[in-house]
């Protein structure tokens, strides 16, 4: 069966640091692979989402970036956090057969930036 | 223009009665996907039930049911027998196409349900 996995669960960062979220799903190939943003109280928004490795879509601009080193590992990163970057982080993936609609989320990540 | 609209930012329901969570949408794609998603305070998304634009039946999992009326693009989520358990977020979705073979959900704002026991 397939999972998805995400670290660290949660994270506190000063305003200008770095940041490196990683997901990574077991038991699939060439998986679609998504990064969400949840502010508190609010739904998803859509981030990245990349169809294969090295391949990488933005939804908003923003001080973040993702790259997909791997089939199966999805990074979520920055040079310089912002407070408004703070927020509940999820990675889903999707089979990649066309015929598979389902996404299917990690626990996420909460990042509080002070 | 919100594509997901859900009306109701908390309801409320006694164990054991059934409950109605109400989700709009709007697209112009004649081919599209209705998802519904359960969050607990853990903060996880859980899937819960999927209908596609073309089914002619409604989408039934267990005590979930997806009511569709498409001629409104409607979808509400009826969760039968409420359980303590199903006290969480619920967070309505709408697939749409990107280029490629990725397809983005967009979220509805979602809906607070209390299950009172």
């Known amino acids: 069966s397939q999972t998805i996995h995400q670290w660290p669960a949660t994270l506190v960062q000063p305003v200008g640091s770095p940041l490196s979220l990683e997901c990574t799903v077991e038991g699939t190939s060439n998986p679609n692979l998504y990064w969400y943003r949840q502010a508190a109280g609010r739904g998803l928004q859509l981030l990245f989402y990349s169809v294969g490795i090295g391949q990488i879509s933005s939804e908003v601009p923003q001080n973040l970036s993702a790259s997909r080193p791997q089939d199966r590992q999805f990074i979520l990163s920055s040079k310089k956090l912002l407070l408004s970057d703070s927020g509940f982080y999820l990675c889903a993936w999707r089979p990649g057969e066309v015929v598979q609609e389902t996404q299917y989320f990690g626990p996420g990540t909460r990042l509080l930036v002070l | 223009a919100q594509k997901i609209t859900q009306t109701q930012p908390g309801m409320f329901v006694q164990e054991k009665e059934a409950v109605t969570l109400d989700c709009t949408y709007d697209?112009?794609?004649?081919?599209?996907?209705l998802f519904w998603y359960k969050q607990p305070s853990s903060g996880e998304m859980i899937f819960l039930i999927y209908q596609g634009s073309y089914d002619q039946q409604n989408a039934t999992e267990g005590r979930y049911s997806l009511n569709f009326q498409k001629a409104r693009k409607s979808a509400n989520l009826v969760i039968s027998a409420s359980q303590l358990g199903d006290s969480a977020m619920y967070f309505c979705a709408m697939r749409e196409w990107l280029s490629g073979s990725a397809r983005q959900l967009t979220f509805g704002s979602g809906t607070q349900l209390t299950v009172l026991p």
């Open positions: 697209t112009s794609d004649p081919s599209y996907g």
